[in-house]
């Protein structure tokens, strides 16, 4: 049973960098993990994803300030978004991406919630 | 303003039927594959539907999806209090290389 957890700081100021890691267990080969987020009572925004071979696709409207990688262990995968703003304050999920063509997020993280503030 | 467009609430009775559109285009929905996800109050979202009308395991057939042209469709039959949550809709959009998600639709069981 694949399960993803996600991990990181909930609280940052304005202009630091957000860094969270997705642990992933119960994957024995090369899997997709994205990062999904969701604004305090807002819809969801997808964030971008990795394989963990190393393909790597961002959202273009994020993309100058993310950084998504995956960890030597291929059990992990991390997300840093920089110059933070209360813009940023969001439930930040990471998921498996599959599908042919891939279309699919399963399973999710619980989710973190992080805020930006000063 | 989302790119895929879901009316934002449906209603009916228990037993009764809903039905959540989802809207799109060429670059998105005509093109490429859909996929549902129904979020409960305070929790994940999870996988109902996927490529267009595939069902996870564990789904029940009652929940369903379908695809015309560049609008997908969820149906829910014999609506439960359990299915009351938000579900929303996602897609790849070719032109701007990025998965979209559906604005939303909250489903109020009355």
């Known amino acids: 049973q694949v399960k993803l957890q996600e991990s990181g700081p909930g609280l940052l100021r304005p202009s630091e960098t957000l860094s969270l890691t997705c642990t992933v267990s119960?994957?024995?080969?090369?899997?997709?993990g994205t990062w999904v987020r969701q604004p305090p009572g807002k819809g969801l925004e997808w964030i971008g994803y990795?394989?963990?071979?190393?393909?790597?696709k961002y959202n273009p409207s994020l993309k100058s300030r993310v950084t998504i990688s995956m960890g030597t262990s291929k059990n992990q995968f991390s997300l840093k978004l920089k110059s933070v703003t209360a813009a940023d304050t969001a439930v930040y999920y990471c998921?498996?991406?599959?599908?042919?063509?891939?279309?699919?997020?399963?399973?999710w993280g619980q989710g973190t919630l992080v805020t930006v503030s000063s | 303003q989302s790119v895929l467009t879901q009316p934002p609430s449906v209603s009916a009775a228990p037993g009764q039927r809903v039905t959540i559109s989802c809207s799109g285009s060429?670059?998105?929905?005509?093109?490429?594959?859909v996929s549902w996800y129904q979020q409960l109050p305070g929790a994940a979202p999870k996988l109902v539907v996927h490529?267009?009308?595939g069902r996870p395991s564990g789904i029940p057939d009652r929940i369903s999806g379908s695809k015309s042209g560049t609008t997908a469709t969820l149906d829910i039959t014999g609506l439960q209090p359990g299915d009351e949550a938000e579900y929303y809709c996602?897609?790849?959009?070719?032109?701007?290389?990025?998965?979209?998600f559906g604005s939303g639709t909250k489903v109020t069981v009355l």
């Open positions: 996602v897609t790849w959009d070719l032109s701007l290389g990025s998965f979209v």
């Open positions: 998921a498996r991406l599959g599908g042919s063509p891939l279309n699919w997020f399963d399973p």
């Open positions: 060429n670059s998105n929905i005509g093109k490429t594959y």
């Open positions: 990795i394989y963990s071979s190393g393909t790597i």
């Open positions: 490529d267009d009308n």
């Open positions: 119960g994957v024995s080969t090369d899997y997709y």
